[in-house]
């Protein structure tokens, strides 16, 4: 598994892919919280926080993670590859978690840049260092785990198809869903006591939570649970592409 995952993390990192997705997440980042004039401006807050940069980083992802993670399966099944991989002395679950694994440290290498942003803020507070150092952490914590668990999303559509393109498109669907989608259903108030229940299975409760600087178990648990259910997902499709 460690070989797999070294050279999944190697053809990320030796292709263009990997660094358009750095590149780009870190352009978009620096232009809307250092650049534009908008609501998403750390320069232009009230306070000393990085509350913009958690709002956003987000909706960024829902485009960028299902682009680096279109190809993990897709792309072996178009060019057959995968038939090679089901002969290795590896488990299939393993193959899956390599993949996973490598999509979340590329995930880590893009966000690590960022803390300038945290460093900016700590020094240009009045007076210096009164931001929350405690919330800050815990919302890059929210951050790595809500993106990881867009990764395991991406692998699922990925594995499901051998189009990148359909990947793409049912990726990014799925991760709004989960991420946005549910809770906009359940504020319409459409299904009375059940709104409640759908806005609990989308992320954005969870992940707002641990932005506060509240760090609950059952926020992990429903984080680690979501990425087990795809994950889970995934390696029952490509056990039925072995029969």
């Known amino acids: ?21 750095i590149l780009i997440y870190l352009i978009a980042s620096g232009l809307f919280h250092w650049i534009i004039s908008y609501n998403t401006n750390l320069l232009e807050g009230t306070e000393a926080d990085l509350i913009p940069f958690f709002n956003l980083s987000p909706v960024i992802f829902l485009i960028l993670i299902p682009a680096i993670t279109m190809r993990s399966i897709a ?9 090679l991989l089901f002969t290795r002395p590896i488990s299939d679950l393993k193959i899956l978690l390599a993949k996973y694994f490598a999509g979340v440290t ?32 815990t919302s890059y914590f929210g951050l790595i785990l809500l993106g990881s668990t867009f990764v395991a999303i991406g692998i699922f559509a990925s594995s499901i ?16 869903i989960f991420y946005d989608g549910l809770s906009l259903i359940g504020s319409f108030n459409l299904m009375g006591s059940f709104d409640s229940v759908i806005q609990y299975i ?3 409760n969870h992940y707002d939570s641990i932005k506060r600087g509240v760090l609950d178990l059952s926020d992990i648990v429903y ?3 979501v990425i087990t259910l795809f994950m889970y997902a995934a390696l029952t499709v490509i056990k039925t592409l072995k029969k």
């Open 1 to 21: 598994m460690k070989a797999l995952y070294l050279k999944e993390v190697r053809s990320f990192l030796s292709s263009i892919i990997g660094y358009i997705f």
């Open 75 to 83: 792309e072996e099944r178009r060019t057959g590859t995968i038939e």
């Open 106 to 137: 590329l995930l880590i290498i893009a966000i690590v840049p960022t803390l300038i942003y945290y460093i900016s803020m700590y020094q240009l507070g009045n007076p210096v260092g009164i931001i929350d150092d405690g919330a800050t952490l």
């Open 161 to 176: 198809t051998s189009s990148q393109i359909v990947a793409f498109i049912l990726g990014m669907f799925l991760c709004w």
């Open 202 to 204: 989308g992320m954005t």
């Open 223 to 225: 984080f680690l649970s």
